[in-house]
């Protein structure tokens, strides 16, 4: 269910778009985490405000609020306009709740899904993002944030520790602070033929006060495709590591649908570094129709020890995983509908579905 309402305010025209989606056939879904009598629960909602002109001089403001059944986040944002040959500025403030299963998630079903380790993170961030114009293929984005992430049970209270008694955060107490710079470079090259994209990331905590988080992360991904004949081509490869203060959350988690598909989120492994490697071929059918044939590949690199905690080997994960399968794309107005049926190395099998929109 969902409404779209345009307010005309001056001479600026005001996007306000609501949707409310209830939760049907409850039974029939992997049971979610938070367990609640409030039928609100049970609704998936987005609301979205958009003002393109807030004080006359096209500053543009945007709130968006997104629930799900075990997560919510709201961003707020304002941008000033800038000439194009200038850094183009925005301020943003987000609060988000989300579970956090990725590293104390617990591999079920030989780690074909992860269930709840009942913790959950409340993230709120602020800061100023600058994005360079773009010179040629490149972009670049530099960014100074504040970040306060405390640690909830799935009752809501604060913790600080896991249900084996190690801590979950660096600090010791039910929050961490930092202040992390950030610096992302993307290159990207296209054609009817063939594609070349590359994404670095740079992360340094700052050390303004003595408790907050000391650490730098790298991560990178690149990934090219390309036609054979009437067939495609795509692979990639991601990769990363932190040095420095780090906890648990931080870790580099593998396994699940943007990673090694076949497994549960996380549930390969989760480290200080990690490889994934992944390829896909596509083969036209219908103009609308494609199938699909790939392969998922990821290790923690032998860094799971280096965790604080250890949640990784005290779970049982075994730090590298294999995963292939198949599956469909109906490409069509709306976006590329996508269904991936794969199995992983303990021969557990996974059906995956999804939604690409048109132009992501």
Avoid at 305 to 321: E, I, L, S, Y
Wanted: aromatic content about 10%; some cysteine; charged content about 20%.
């Amino acid at each position: 269910m969902g409404a779209q309402k345009s307010i005309q305010a001056g001479k600026a025209k005001i996007d306000f778009n609501v949707d409310l989606t209830q939760k049907l056939c409850g039974e029939l879904l992997l049971p979610h985490i938070r367990h609640s009598r409030n039928p609100f629960s049970q609704v998936i909602a987005r609301l979205s405000l958009k003002h393109p002109n807030l004080f006359g001089g096209n500053e543009k403001f945007d709130i968006l609020w997104d629930k799900g059944l075990d997560d919510s986040n709201i961003l707020i944002a304002f941008r000033r306009p800038k000439p194009d040959w200038l850094c183009q500025q925005s301020f943003t403030i987000q609060q988000s709740v989300t579970p956090e299963i990725a590293v104390h998630g617990l591999p079920v079903d030989h780690f074909s899904r992860s269930g709840s380790g009942g913790i959950n993170l409340c993230r709120f961030s602020s800061g100023v993002d600058f994005n360079e114009p773009s010179t040629s293929n490149w972009s670049n984005t530099t960014s100074i944030k504040f970040e306060h992430v405390r640690t909830l049970n799935n009752e809501g209270r604060s913790i600080n520790r896991d249900l084996d008694g190690f801590p979950i955060t660096s600090s010791g107490r039910s929050y961490d602070n930092m202040v992390v710079l950030k610096q992302e470079s993307q290159y990207a090259v296209a054609n009817d033929d063939k594609f070349t994209r590359l994404n670095f990331q740079m992360e340094q905590g700052l050390p303004l006060l003595s408790k907050w988080l000391v650490f730098n992360r790298f991560k990178f991904v690149a990934s090219k495709g390309f036609k054979l004949g009437p067939t495609f081509l795509v692979t990639s490869l991601t990769g990363g590591s932190i040095v420095g203060d780090m906890a648990p959350y931080q870790a580099f988690a593998i396994g699940g649908v943007d990673s090694v598909r076949g497994y549960g989120e996380g549930a390969v492994g989760s480290g200080r570094s990690c490889l994934v490697a992944n390829g896909e071929f596509t083969i036209p059918m219908t103009k609308e129709l494609e199938s699909a044939i790939f392969m998922d590949f990821g290790t923690d690199l032998g860094s799971a020890r280096h965790v604080p905690g250890n949640p990784a080997q005290r779970k049982g994960k075994p730090g590298f995983g294999l995963g292939l399968g198949y599956g469909i794309r109906f490409n069509s107005h709306f976006g590329q509908f996508r269904a991936d049926y794969a199995i992983n190395a303990f021969q557990r099998k996974t059906v995956y579905f999804g939604i690409n929109n048109v132009g992501s």
